[in-house]
C-alpha cells in the first residue's frame, strides 16, 4: 500500500519534472531561433540599486568597484554596457542561450572589455560557487520562466547576495497584466499553427488591429484594444524597423507577450515567495511608484486604514494603479530597512543630483519667496518657494545632463543666498537650508525620477566634443551594427537624431571635423546618405557641403547633450 503511494507520487513529480524539461527547452530553442533584443534599463543599473539602499539606510558596495550578476543576460545588451562604464567593477552575466551567449561574448570581444564574462548555463543548474555578488538583476526572467526556475532564481539571490547586497527582480503583475494576459491568449490562440516568429508577431498583430478597428473605441475594452496596438506598434518600431542594416538576431520583443512561458503574479505573492528564501523586500525600483504621498491625502489616508504593514500597502496600491509590471528590489531579512525615508545631512557626501526638468515660471526671482516650478519632459510638476533649492533647481537645469554631487551643490548655491565671506556666517540658518534642500529634492525625487535624479557616482562623459571627438565606444559599436537605439554613458537607450548613426562609428578620437566632413560627403555620394529639402533631392556641391557642415556641428552638439561623448 505504502509502496503504491510513493510510486504514484513519484510519477506525478516524474511527470511534472517532464513537463518543465519540455517547457525548459523549447523556451531555450525560442530564444536560439530569436535572440532577445540588445536592451539596457536605466533601473536595473547598479547606480540606481546602490542610491535606493543608501536612501533605505543600508551601506551597499560602491558603485565603482562592485561585483554585479545577471540572471537571464540574453545578449549582453544590459550589463555589457554596464561593465564598459565601471572598469573597475565586475560582471558576470548568465543564460541558457548558447546563441545569445557568443552574440554577446563577440561583442565583449570585440571591445576588448576584461571585467565582464558571459557563462552559458541553465539557472536551474546553476552552482553556488559562482561566487558572492553586491548586486544581482534578473529582469525580464521571473514571469518568464517555469516554476522551478523562479524558485533556484530565489534561492542565488539569498545565496549568492553579499551582506549588504541589493537584488531586483521584475515580473508581470496583477491586476494590470490580467488584461494583457487576454490580448496575449487570443494571439496565442491566433497563432497556433504558425511557427515562424516573425510570421507570428505579424499574425498576432492583425488580429489586435482588426479588433481593435472593429470594436466600439469609446467604450472600455476598444480603449484598451486601441492603446495595446500602440503597444504594439512600439514594439515593431523597437526591432523590426531598423535604421539600416536590418538585422535578423536582433528582433526580440516577440518573447514578451507570445512566449511559452509568461505567467504574472500578485506584487505580495512575490514579496512572500522572496521572504521564504529569507529575502525581505526593500523598495520598488521605480521610487515613485512606493510613495504614498503621490496619492491624493483622502486616498492615501484610506489605504493606509485598510494596511496592516508596507506590502499590504503597496498591494493595495497596485490595485489603485490597475498596475502590470514590477521592479521589485530585496536584501536579506536580516537588514534594519529605514522605511520613513527622511533627507540627511550624511546624503552630501555621498550623492549627487541631476535635474532635466525646465523651469515653467515665467519670472524667476531666487530671493524672495515667490514659487519656482519646474516640470519634466512627462509633465511632472514641482515647485518651490524656498530661495536655496530654487537656486539648486536652476543650477541643475543649466548644467544637464550632468549630475553634481549634493556637497558641490550646496556650495554653489549657499554662497549666493547667505553671504559665505562675511566673517559670521549664519551657522544655524545654513543648517536649516541645508535640510530644507535635501528634504525638497528628495520630495521632487520622489514624485518623478525626471524631475530630480539622485546617483551615487557620475559617469565620466563630455557635453562638448573636443577637436577630434571620441564617442561612446559601446554606442559606436551599436551604431556599426545597425541598432536603431544606442546606450549613453547615463546607462539610457535613445534613438540616434539626424545623421548621428552615421557618424558614430567615425566618433573614435581619431577624425577632426575636416575628416568627418569628408566621410559624410563620401556617404552622400554612396547614396548611404539622402539630403532632401522643399524641392526634393539636393545635388549641388555647394549646398550639399553647406547642410553637411551644419548638420556635422548639430550633431556633435546633440551627442554632448544626451552624454554619447567622452573626453
Ligand atoms: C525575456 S528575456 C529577457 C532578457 C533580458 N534580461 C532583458 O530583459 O532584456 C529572458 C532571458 O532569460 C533567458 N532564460 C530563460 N530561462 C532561463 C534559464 N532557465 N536559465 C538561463 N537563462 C534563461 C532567456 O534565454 C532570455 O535570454
Same mark, same amino acid.
Given at each position: 500500500?505504502?509502496?503504491?503511494?510513493?510510486?504514484?507520487? $513519484?510519477?506525478?513529480?516524474?511527470?511534472?519534472?517532464?513537463?518543465?524539461?519540455?517547457?525548459?527547452?523549447?523556451?531555450? +530553442?525560442?530564444?536560439?531561433?530569436?535572440?532577445?533584443?540588445?536592451?539596457?534599463?536605466?533601473?536595473?543599473?547598479?547606480?540606481?540599486?546602490?542610491?535606493?539602499?543608501?536612501?533605505?539606510?543600508?551601506?551597499?558596495?560602491?558603485?565603482?568597484?562592485?561585483?554585479?550578476?545577471?540572471?537571464?543576460?540574453?545578449?549582453?545588451?544590459?550589463?555589457?554596457?554596464?561593465?564598459?562604464?565601471?572598469?573597475?567593477?565586475?560582471?558576470?552575466?548568465?543564460?541558457?542561450?548558447?546563441?545569445? #551567449?557568443?552574440?554577446?561574448?563577440?561583442?565583449?570581444?570585440?571591445?576588448?572589455? %576584461?571585467?565582464?564574462?558571459?557563462?552559458?548555463?541553465?539557472?536551474?543548474?546553476?552552482?553556488?560557487?559562482?561566487?558572492?555578488?553586491?548586486?544581482?538583476?534578473?529582469?525580464?526572467?521571473?514571469?518568464?520562466?517555469?516554476?522551478?526556475?523562479?524558485?533556484?532564481? &530565489?534561492? /542565488?539571490?539569498?545565496?549568492? @547576495?553579499?551582506?549588504?547586497?541589493?537584488?531586483?527582480?521584475?515580473?508581470?503583475?496583477?491586476?494590470?497584466?490580467? &488584461? +494583457?494576459?487576454?490580448?496575449?491568449?487570443?494571439?496565442?490562440?491566433?497563432?497556433?499553427?504558425?511557427?515562424?516568429?516573425?510570421?507570428?508577431?505579424?499574425?498576432?498583430?492583425?488580429?489586435?488591429?482588426?479588433?481593435?478597428?472593429?470594436?466600439?473605441?469609446?467604450?472600455?475594452?476598444?480603449?484598451?484594444?486601441?492603446?495595446?496596438?500602440?503597444?504594439?506598434?512600439?514594439?515593431?518600431?523597437?526591432?523590426?524597423?531598423?535604421?539600416?542594416?536590418?538585422?535578423?538576431?536582433?528582433?526580440?520583443?516577440?518573447?514578451?507577450?507570445?512566449?511559452? =512561458?509568461?505567467?504574472?503574479?500578485?506584487?505580495?505573492?512575490? =514579496?512572500?515567495?522572496?521572504?521564504?528564501?529569507?529575502?525581505?523586500?526593500?523598495?520598488?525600483?521605480?521610487?515613485?511608484?512606493? &510613495?504614498?504621498?503621490?496619492?491624493?491625502?483622502?486616498?492615501?489616508?484610506?489605504?493606509?486604514? &485598510?494596511?496592516?504593514?508596507?506590502?499590504?500597502?503597496?498591494?493595495?496600491?497596485?490595485?489603485?494603479?490597475?498596475?502590470?509590471?514590477?521592479?521589485?528590489?530585496?536584501?536579506?531579512?536580516?537588514?534594519?530597512?529605514?522605511?520613513?525615508?527622511?533627507?540627511?545631512?550624511?546624503?552630501?557626501?555621498?550623492?549627487?543630483? $541631476?535635474?532635466?526638468?525646465?523651469?515653467?515660471?515665467?519670472? #524667476?526671482?531666487?530671493?524672495?519667496?515667490?514659487?519656482?516650478?519646474?516640470?519634466?519632459?512627462?509633465? $511632472?510638476?514641482?515647485?518651490?518657494?524656498?530661495?536655496?533649492?530654487?537656486?539648486?533647481? /536652476?543650477?541643475?537645469?543649466?548644467?544637464?545632463?550632468?549630475?553634481?554631487?549634493?556637497?558641490?551643490? @550646496?556650495?554653489?548655491?549657499? +554662497?549666493?543666498?547667505?553671504?559665505?565671506?562675511?566673517?559670521?556666517?549664519?551657522?544655524? $540658518?545654513?543648517?536649516?537650508?541645508?535640510?530644507?534642500?535635501?528634504?525638497?529634492?528628495?520630495?521632487?525625487?520622489?514624485?518623478?525620477?525626471?524631475?530630480?535624479?539622485?546617483?551615487?557616482?557620475?559617469?565620466?562623459?563630455?557635453?562638448?566634443?573636443?577637436?577630434?571627438?571620441?564617442?561612446?565606444?559601446?554606442?559606436?559599436?551599436?551604431?556599426?551594427?545597425?541598432?536603431? %537605439?544606442?546606450?549613453?554613458?547615463?546607462?539610457?537607450?535613445?534613438?540616434?537624431?539626424? @545623421?548621428?548613426?552615421?557618424?558614430?562609428?567615425?566618433?573614435?578620437?581619431?577624425?577632426?571635423?575636416?575628416?568627418?566632413? %569628408?566621410?559624410?560627403?563620401?556617404?552622400?555620394?554612396?547614396?548611404?546618405?539622402?539630403?532632401?529639402?522643399?524641392?526634393?533631392?539636393?545635388?549641388?556641391?555647394?549646398?550639399?557641403?553647406? #547642410?553637411? %557642415?551644419?548638420?556635422?556641428?548639430?550633431? @556633435?552638439?546633440?551627442?554632448?547633450?544626451?552624454?554619447?561623448?567622452?573626453?
Amino acid at each position: 500500500m505504502t509502496v503504491l503511494i510513493k510510486t504514484r507520487k $513519484a510519477g506525478l513529480i516524474l511527470v511534472m519534472q517532464e513537463r518543465n524539461k519540455v517547457a525548459g527547452d523549447k523556451l531555450q +530553442q525560442s530564444y536560439e531561433d530569436v535572440p532577445y533584443a540588445h536592451l539596457s534599463y536605466p533601473q536595473t543599473h547598479p547606480d540606481r540599486l546602490g542610491m535606493l539602499a543608501t536612501i533605505m539606510g543600508m551601506q551597499p558596495a560602491p558603485v565603482t568597484d562592485c561585483r554585479v550578476l545577471e540572471l537571464g543576460c540574453a545578449v549582453g545588451g544590459n550589463i555589457i554596457p554596464m561593465a564598459y562604464g565601471l572598469p573597475e567593477s565586475r560582471f558576470m552575466g548568465i543564460d541558457f542561450s548558447p546563441g545569445q #551567449i557568443k552574440v554577446g561574448q563577440n561583442t565583449i570581444d570585440s571591445l576588448g572589455l %576584461k571585467n565582464v564574462n558571459l557563462i552559458q548555463a541553465d539557472i536551474l543548474s546553476l552552482s553556488e560557487d559562482i561566487g558572492e555578488f553586491d548586486y544581482i538583476i534578473a529582469h525580464g526572467v521571473y514571469s518568464w520562466t517555469p516554476e522551478p526556475v523562479r524558485e533556484r532564481l &530565489m534561492q /542565488i539571490c539569498k545565496e549568492n @547576495l553579499a551582506p549588504d547586497g541589493v537584488a531586483y527582480v521584475s515580473f508581470n503583475a496583477y491586476p494590470g497584466w490580467r &488584461m +494583457q494576459g487576454t490580448m496575449r491568449d487570443m494571439m496565442l490562440y491566433h497563432t497556433r499553427h504558425i511557427e515562424k516568429p516573425r510570421d507570428r508577431l505579424e499574425k498576432a498583430q492583425n488580429l489586435i488591429g482588426f479588433l481593435a478597428k472593429s470594436v466600439n473605441v469609446k467604450d472600455q475594452y476598444g480603449v484598451f484594444l486601441n492603446a495595446y496596438t500602440s503597444l504594439l506598434n512600439v514594439y515593431n518600431q523597437f526591432d523590426i524597423q531598423r535604421r539600416r542594416n536590418v538585422q535578423e538576431d536582433e528582433f526580440g520583443l516577440l518573447h514578451d507577450d507570445l512566449e511559452e =512561458v509568461n505567467d504574472a503574479f500578485y506584487f505580495h505573492e512575490v =514579496v512572500e515567495h522572496a521572504s521564504r528564501h529569507g529575502l525581505q523586500y526593500l523598495i520598488d525600483a521605480d521610487f515613485s511608484k512606493s &510613495m504614498i504621498s503621490n496619492l491624493k491625502q483622502e486616498t492615501a489616508e484610506t489605504l493606509l486604514n &485598510m494596511s496592516k504593514n508596507v506590502i499590504a500597502l503597496e498591494q493595495y496600491m497596485d490595485f489603485l494603479r490597475n498596475c502590470n509590471f514590477r521592479q521589485i528590489l530585496l536584501c536579506h531579512k536580516e537588514i534594519d530597512v529605514n522605511r520613513l525615508v527622511k533627507a540627511d545631512e550624511s546624503w552630501l557626501s555621498k550623492l549627487y543630483a $541631476a535635474s532635466h526638468a525646465r523651469p515653467v515660471t515665467d519670472k #524667476i526671482n531666487i530671493q524672495d519667496n515667490s514659487n519656482l516650478k519646474i516640470q519634466s519632459t512627462d509633465d $511632472a510638476e514641482f515647485s518651490t518657494d524656498h530661495p536655496v533649492t530654487k537656486a539648486a533647481l /536652476i543650477y541643475l537645469f543649466r548644467s544637464s545632463p550632468k549630475s553634481i554631487s549634493l556637497a558641490e551643490l @550646496l556650495d554653489e548655491v549657499v +554662497q549666493g543666498i547667505h553671504n559665505k565671506e562675511s566673517a559670521f556666517p549664519d551657522k544655524t $540658518a545654513i543648517e536649516s537650508d541645508t535640510l530644507i534642500l535635501l528634504d525638497n529634492l528628495l520630495s521632487a525625487f520622489s514624485i518623478n525620477i525626471k524631475l530630480v535624479e539622485l546617483r551615487l557616482y557620475e559617469p565620466p562623459y563630455t557635453t562638448t566634443a573636443s577637436e577630434k571627438p571620441l564617442a561612446s565606444r559601446i554606442a559606436q559599436w551599436q551604431a556599426q551594427h545597425g541598432l536603431a %537605439k544606442v546606450t549613453n554613458l547615463r546607462h539610457e537607450m535613445l534613438d540616434l537624431l539626424h @545623421l548621428s548613426g552615421f557618424l558614430l562609428p567615425y566618433l573614435n578620437g581619431e577624425n577632426d571635423r575636416d575628416a568627418l566632413l %569628408k566621410i559624410m560627403h563620401e556617404l552622400v555620394q554612396q547614396e548611404a546618405v539622402t539630403l532632401t529639402d522643399k524641392d526634393g533631392q539636393v545635388t549641388d556641391e555647394e549646398t550639399i557641403h553647406n #547642410i553637411l %557642415k551644419q548638420e556635422l556641428e548639430k550633431n @556633435l552638439q546633440w551627442l554632448g547633450r544626451v552624454a554619447l561623448l567622452e573626453s
